[in-house]
T-cell receptor
Framework: KQEVTQIPAALSVPEGENLVLNCSFT??????LQWFRQDPGKGLTSLLL?????REQTSGRLNASLDKSSGRSTLYIAASQPGDSATYLC?????????????FGTGTLLAVQP | DTEVTQTPKHLVMGMTNKKSLKCEQH?????MYWYKQKAKKPPELMFV???????INESVPSRFSPECPNSSLLNLHLHALQPEDSALYLC????????????????FGPGTRLTVT
């Protein structure tokens, strides 16, 4: 059974700092991995999607990497801003069938202090 | 336009009520999803519709009844809910669900905050 965990569970950093969020999954048979942002009480905003054949994806100040063989992904946020404060979730799409089921990690609550 | 809309934003219902949640997308997506999210927990998949047919039911109790009247609309009918069903209900859509090599990114709506009293 695929399990996804995220470390740390919570993180507080001063504005301007670069930071890394970690995501681990137990089964390397995945089709892709998606990073989301969720503001309190709101829906999920998709940040980046990495296919299983890719090593990384970049969007603005965000860079996500994927090491499928070791079951790890990282989300790098450069020059953090208070507006980046939110919960960050990673989700994997398990392989082995025609399904788009996502299995979510436990999330990292990020607070960027002005 | 990558928007998924959900109504209502908030819903309070008694355990004997019948209510419905509505989700709509106009991106031409052919797969739609319902997720349930409890406080401080990640979303959990409930149902998946593909081409207006139910393809996944994650052993959800029958008091939750999904319906996909057309490719743009997804409803979740609620009846005889329990207080523990109080949660944020999220709808999502994607272009499709088939093919290991196709990314099919999921787009989420803002959710409906449901409280069962």
């Amino acid at each position: 059974k695929q399990e996804v965990t995220q470390i740390p569970a919570a993180l507080s950093v001063p504005e301007g700092e670069n930071l890394v969020l970690n995501c681990s999954f137990t089964d390397s048979a995945i089709y892709n991995l998606q990073w989301f942002r969720q503001d309190p009480g709101k829906g999920l905003t998709s940040l980046l999607l990495i296919q299983s054949s890719q090593r990384e994806q970049t969007s603005g100040r965000l860079n996500a990497s994927l090491d499928k063989s070791s079951g790890r992904s990282t989300l790098y946020i450069a020059a953090s801003q208070p507006g980046d404060s939110a919960t960050y979730l990673c989700a994997v799409r398990p392989g082995g069938g025609a399904t788009n089921k996502l299995i979510f990690g436990t999330g990292t609550l990020l607070a960027v202090q002005p | 336009d990558t928007e998924v809309t959900q109504t209502p934003k908030h819903l309070v219902m008694g355990m004997t009520n019948k209510k419905s949640l509505k989700c709509e997308q106009h991106m031409g997506h052919r797969a739609m999803y319902w997720y349930k999210q409890k406080a401080k927990k990640p979303p959990e998949l409930m149902f998946v519709y593909s081409y207006e047919k139910l393809s996944i039911n994650e052993s959800v109790p029958s008091r939750f009844s999904p319906e996909c009247p057309n490719s743009s609309l997804l409803n979740l009918h609620l009846h005889a809910l329990q207080p523990e069903d109080s949660a944020l209900y999220l709808c999502a859509s994607s272009q499709g669900i088939q093919g290991p090599g196709v990314p099919y990114e999921q787009y989420f709506g803002p959710g409906t905050r449901l409280t069962v009293t």
